[in-house]
């Protein structure tokens, strides 16, 4: 009996002993899944943000076509006419130049000089998208600087910017900038139509205001695309050149003057930087 005591103490020691010196049971860790990174956007996704993102401009773009066509029947152009001026032109203030100096025989030289000029802006805004369309076929960059007008090259600019600082590659969005294309270019063409087609109904389009439209989306561009005074002063001297020609010199030659020291201001504030 007292063996049997012996051995039942010499037990219990053993197990306290072996408590005493085993490790805690620690709780298992539950096992997060690592959240699927999100896909890259489609070509379709692509393109419909692009015309989003064009949808406030075309708030100004419908009066301004309206008018468009309403002055070019004015000046005898055919509603089948009105379409391949937008259309195959695809810019404008040189389309509404190009009608302010339409006569009949119209000066044709006079009139694609002042295109010339005008659209000459598209130089310098060309070469500023150029470095983002490297990596696009020469097919793919020829036609997305056709489709080019000046709120498309600042919606399509900015946005390569910005996804280039956020480390995006390519940075320049090739369905986006056409979402945003295709729709203003097809909005202005068949606005352009209606006005040609309701021309009549209109009476005298100006004095409803519509050609306000034109500057207001300038300005709206210029803002978006503000970087100060010093980056501004081309756009100083275009104006006050543009304006003093306006008042002193007879004709459309403000339009002249104000693309050509734009430029040429330009060109020699570059050269000192």
Not at 79 to 87: D, F, K, N, Q
Request: with cysteine; charged share 10%; hydrophobic share 55%.
């Amino acid at each position: 009996m007292h063996t049997d005591q012996n051995a039942c103490t010499r037990v219990h020691h053993n197990i306290h002993a072996h408590a005493a010196t085993s490790q805690p049971i620690t709780p298992a860790t539950p096992v997060i899944a690592a959240e699927p990174s999100p896909e890259p956007p489609t070509t379709w996704t692509e393109i419909k943000r692009g015309m989003r993102a064009m949808l406030p401009a075309l708030v100004g773009i419908v009066p301004l076509g309206l008018l468009l066509g309403a002055q070019a029947t004015t000046k005898g152009l055919s509603v089948v006419e009105v379409p391949l001026l937008t259309g195959l032109n695809f810019a404008g203030g040189s389309e509404f130049a190009a009608l302010a100096l339409w006569t009949s025989p119209p000066h044709l030289l006079l009139i694609a000089g002042i295109t010339l000029l005008i659209n000459s802006r598209f130089l310098l805004m060309g070469a500023a998208l150029a470095p983002f369309l490297r990596h696009l076929t020469q097919r793919q960059a020829l036609a997305s600087l056709y489709l080019m007008s000046d709120a498309c090259w600042a919606l399509g600019l900015s946005d390569a910017r910005r996804r280039a600082a956020a480390g995006i590659a390519p940075a320049f969005s090739l369905p986006y900038y056409l979402g945003a294309s295709a729709i203003l270019y097809v909005s202005w063409v068949v606005v352009a139509t209606i006005g040609a087609l309701c021309g009549p109904l209109f009476g005298d389009a100006q004095s409803l205001g519509l050609h306000m439209a034109f500057p207001a989306i300038f300005i709206v561009l210029i803002r978006s695309m503000w970087k100060g005074m010093r980056a501004a002063r081309p756009w100083l001297v275009s104006l006050i050149v543009a304006a003093s020609t306006y008042l002193f010199v007879p004709g459309a030659w403000y339009m002249v003057a104000g693309a050509a020291s734009g430029m040429l201001a330009a060109y020699v504030l570059a050269a000192k930087v």
